[in-house]
């Protein structure tokens, strides 16, 4: 089974930051990957799908980028409404592995 | 509008059993995936299987393969997670969520919180 593994576990930023979170895949998975936002007692939030293509609504201070095995979430200029915690997750019909999560914290 | 709404919040009691619902509107229910994802307390997010409601192929996670049975009824456009016999590690929030035709779970319901407590 494929695992996915987010970096770090935690981070710390000041609004106004640019950011980054890293997402491995143990094999290959194409750009087969979604990333997700989630505020406490909310259901996630979509982002990013197929590894880069925003999400309608979503800022577009939000990017994604990557393939094969190797991704990243980048946000721009972070605001307070971002300060949550994101998850990747490796998606295809029949399965969808998720990461472990990175929680953004105000620094 | 896509919408999946899901059943209300549950407390139950180690050994009985519970079905939890998610209902989607606005699409035709028979032509995409739902799939249903755990969240425990102040854990991530685990997959745990899918149906395609227009056939009932199902497929689970090695993780909750014979710990949980997911079903769909067509004629009103629902899917289900079922449990026989409820453990407290079964306390979590669940969540539904429709995917596309490459797998994407693009809409999600708004989850339901089941407590399972003696």
């Known amino acids: 089974d494929i695992q996915m593994t987010q970096s770090p576990s935690t981070l710390s930023a000041s609004v106004g930051d640019r950011v980054t979170i890293t997402c491995r895949a143990s094999?290959?998975?194409?750009?087969?990957l979604a990333w997700y936002q989630q505020k406490p007692g909310k259901a996630p939030k979509v982002l990013i799908y197929?590894?880069?293509s925003l999400e309608n609504g979503v800022p577009s201070r939000f990017s994604g980028s990557g393939s094969g095995t190797e991704f990243t979430l980048t946000i721009n200029s972070l605001q307070p409404d971002d300060f949550a915690t994101y998850y990747c997750?490796?998606?295809?019909?029949?399965?969808?592995?998720f990461g472990q999560g990175t929680k953004l914290e105000i620094k | 509008e896509v919408q999946l709404v899901q059943s209300g919040a549950e407390v139950k009691k180690p050994g009985e059993s519970l079905k939890i619902s998610c209902k989607g509107s606005?699409?035709?229910?028979?032509?995409?995936?739902i799939g249903w994802v755990r969240q425990m307390p102040g854990k991530g997010l685990e997959w745990m299987g899918i149906?395609?409601?227009?056939?009932?192929?199902?497929r689970y996670s090695p993780s909750f393969q014979g710990q949980v049975t997911i079903s769909a009824d067509k004629s009103i456009s629902t899917a289900y997670l079922q449990w026989s016999s409820l453990k407290a590690s079964d306390t979590a929030i669940y969540y539904c969520?429709?995917?596309?035709?490459?797998?994407?779970?693009?809409?999600w319901g708004q989850g339901t919180l089941v407590t399972v407590s003696s």
């Open positions: 094999q290959s998975i194409s750009t087969w």
């Open positions: 149906i395609y409601p227009g056939d009932s192929d199902t």
């Open positions: 606005g699409y035709s229910f028979t032509s995409y995936w």
């Open positions: 969520a429709r995917h596309d035709s490459s797998g994407f779970p693009d809409y």
């Open positions: 197929q590894a880069s």
């Open positions: 997750q490796r998606y295809n019909t029949y399965s969808g592995t």
